[in-house]
């Protein structure tokens, strides 16, 4: 009996164990993709992982968000966290915002919208669907063949007809190493936008009360490049241009209408000003909004020769970058020093973090310093009389003067060392005794230090000086 009881206690411990590295291993979950289907009706967003996700969903109407919150998931890489900018198309989805939490291995993403509105939130195995302004079409997540190609690289999600954008593990985009053509009509109107160096292909055009869209039309079969125009763009121009690049013609059309252009990938839109302005105010608002509710990072900046007192107003005006200098407010509780160590302690996103320690990494730099060195040297009658020879080394600017001992009078001094003789040096008058001195009232333009070093040296060997003191002194430059 005692036998099997021991058995019987070997058993569960081995079933409690297996139980337990089951539930580690469930942890692991990676967030593959996240995809917009904007064309679909209602529109939706749909999160595909590469196990079973646990996910719930928070309505926070106050701000206009959606917030999807996903336990025990990670990000595959790096892309995911990147954000989708969905505000050029229509719908009441602005952006959405990936952020991941490591400390408790859980991922947000928060969904800004326009207006408050009602949303559907569904999950099956691996995916999760949320539909804004309606019911979520259940046959995508019971789509396990799509979802697979999806995860293999099978299939983009720009492949799909009703996907707009998405975020995908497969592949990382490097703008860098893009080759374009360049001769690409969209390469043609950022470079003539930035720097009006108009070098599109020449055309001639003549006009009469003509509809704006048939001249952006013409415009962009002219280029060869796909051209959006907004529905508020509305009006007649009048042009006769004669051989002019097609890239100004565009310019000019832009500026006569005060209209404005931006590009989205391979298509170029055109829009009013006003139209765009509210865009990027939405965007910066919705940027705003994300961060908001972005983790925060406590990060130690140990200061080396900076005053941490000084830095801390720096930091506040310009480390929450473009999104935030207009809110400098929302990073001066975050920021506090320790005088004790000579610390700076912030807390912050890690987008601003990373901005502040290339703040402080720039301005955490030692002041230049100079070093005056005097001489106090008990000299002979000897000395003087040689140094009064000898001190008319190199040359010197017209507004520069070089002063010897005792009486002294303007004259040519050849210096032995070296074969120029250098006018304008103070000598010894013919008649002029020199006397015993302590200390030798000189002053030198631009003498080199290590020059009058071996003269008094060579002087002190030789009996006729004695170097009493060597004072130095360090001030700031």
Not at 48 to 73: C, H, M, P, R, W
Not at 133 to 142: P, Q, Y
Not at 155 to 172: C, F, I, K, V, Y
Request: net charge negative.
């Amino acid at each position: 009996m005692i036998k099997n009881d021991s058995y019987s206690r070997t058993y569960y411990f081995i079933l409690f164990s297996t139980f337990i590295y089951a539930g580690a291993a469930s942890a692991a979950v990676k967030i593959q993709k996240i995809e917009f289907l904007g064309k679909s009706s209602p529109q939706q967003i749909r999160v595909i992982a590469d196990g079973e996700v646990a996910a719930t969903k928070v309505d926070n109407s106050a701000d206009n968000q959606v917030i999807l919150e996903f336990k025990d998931a990670q990000f595959a890489n790096r892309n995911i966290a990147r954000a989708i900018d969905t505000s050029s198309f229509k719908g009441n989805v602005l952006m959405i915002s990936p952020y991941e939490n490591k400390s408790d291995s859980t991922v947000r993403v928060i969904v800004q919208l326009r207006k408050s509105m009602e949303s559907n939130f569904e999950t099956s195995g691996k995916q999760a669907l949320l539909a804004i302004g309606g019911s979520a079409d259940l046959s995508m997540l019971n789509d396990a063949e799509a979802a697979a190609g999806m995860l293999d690289g099978e299939a983009s999600g720009h492949s799909q007809s009703d996907t707009l954008a998405t975020q995908s593990s497969d592949t990382e985009t490097n703008p860098s190493s893009t080759n374009e053509p360049q001769n690409d009509p969209l390469a043609l109107i950022e470079t003539a936008m930035k720097d009006k160096k108009y070098i599109g292909r020449r055309i001639t055009v003549n006009f009469k009360e003509a509809d704006v869209v048939d001249v952006f039309r013409l415009i962009g079969d002219t280029s060869g490049f796909n051209i959006v125009i907004g529905s508020d763009v509305t009006g007649k121009v009048n042009l006769s241009l004669t051989d002019v690049p097609w890239d100004q013609v565009l310019d000019t059309v832009l500026t006569t209408l005060r209209l404005g252009a931006e590009r989205n990938g391979n298509i170029l839109r055109v829009a009013t000003l006003q139209t765009l302005t509210q865009e990027k105010t939405q965007q910066l608002q919705a940027r705003n909004a994300a961060q908001a509710c972005a983790p925060r990072v406590t990060r130690i900046f140990p200061i080396s020769y900076a005053d941490p007192i000084r830095l801390v107003p720096i930091l506040q005006r310009f480390g929450a970058g473009a999104a935030g200098s207009g809110d400098a407010s929302a990073t001066r509780d975050t920021i506090l020093v320790d005088d004790r160590t000579n610390s700076v302690i912030i807390q912050d996103i890690q987008d601003n973090l990373d901005r502040m320690a290339k703040i402080i990494e720039l301005l955490d730099r030692p002041t230049p310093q100079v070093q005056i060195e005097g001489k106090i040297v008990e000299a002979s009658e000897s000395f003087s009389k040689s140094m009064s020879g000898q001190l008319g080394i190199g040359s010197v600017a017209d507004n520069q003067r070089l002063y010897g001992f005792g009486d002294a009078r303007n004259g040519s001094v050849q210096d032995p060392l070296i074969s120029n003789p250098v006018s304008n040096v103070a000598t010894t008058a013919a008649n002029g005794d020199p006397t015993n001195t302590l200390g030798l009232g000189m002053r030198l333009g631009r003498f080199m230090n290590v020059r009058l070093n071996a003269l008094l040296t060579m002087n002190e060997t030789e009996g006729r000086a004695k170097i009493i003191s060597s004072p130095r002194v360090v001030v700031l430059n």
